[in-house]
């Protein structure tokens, strides 16, 4: 069975980071994309980082470029997300979601279940 | 980046009964549309993509149709377990865009 299971999140002040872990099981880890997407509270979803299998292509979003570094570690199985100088709009839940495998398309299949980052002073 | 606006944003329908969610996009994404299920305190659920292609484990109450720039998501006969909001998403281009969302209500 596929996991995807996120640790890390919790409470921080305007300005300060946190490193996001993503674990995953149940499939070859190193064959498939990985992603984080987020979702502020009572709001929708929104894309925030992408990974390529081997680490060659990565893209974030305008919202976090230059703030978050999405890596790998595929000898682990795991994902993470540094983020740093944060900012109360980046309170959210955020999720590790695979690439689906489906061919030329980003599709985010399976997700975790989410931690959630409250930046409040 | 291309924007990704559902309609309407609240869908209350009867158990057993139609519902037609609407997604727009602000410019075309051809078939590159995909529809994510999120339940109350739950993580979405990829349910469709390519614009009609439903995921593995939905029924096929769930079809969708469309492509450019309108697409729609139907439910047949909502089941009580297809009450929940569902986001549409463009594969298109980069950035990946979601919609807002709909959520189908119990009326």
């Known amino acids: 069975e596929v996991q995807l299971v996120e640790s890390g999140g919790g409470l921080v002040k305007p300005g300060g980071s946190l490193r996001l872990s993503c674990a995953a099981s149940g499939f070859t880890f190193s064959s498939y994309d990985m992603n984080w997407v987020r979702q502020a509270p009572g709001k929708g979803l929104e894309w925030v980082a992408s990974i390529s299998r081997s680490s060659s292509y990565i893209y974030y979003a305008d919202s976090v470029k230059g703030r978050s570094t999405i890596s790998r570690d595929n000898g682990k199985n795991s994902l993470y997300l540094q983020m740093n100088s944060l900012r109360v709009e980046d309170t959210a839940v955020y999720y590790c979601?695979?690439?689906?495998?489906?061919?030329?398309?980003?599709?985010?299949?399976?997700w975790g279940q989410g931690t959630l980052v409250t930046v409040s002073s | 980046e291309i924007v990704m606006t559902q309609s309407p944003a609240t869908l209350s329908v009867s158990p057993g009964e139609r519902a037609t969610l609407s997604c727009r996009a602000s410019q075309s994404v051809s078939s590159n549309l995909a529809w994510y299920q999120q339940k109350p305190g739950q993580a979405p659920r990829l349910l469709m993509y390519?614009?009609?292609t439903r995921a593995t484990g939905f029924p096929a109450r769930f079809s969708g149709s469309g492509s450019g720039t309108e697409f729609t998501l139907t439910i047949s006969s909502l089941q009580s377990e297809d009450f929940a909001v569902y986001y549409c998403q463009q594969y298109n281009d980069w950035p990946w865009t979601f919609g807002q969302g709909t959520k189908v209500e119990i009326k």
């Open positions: 979601a695979r690439d689906s495998g489906v061919v030329a398309a980003t599709l985010f299949d399976p």
């Open positions: 390519g614009a009609f």
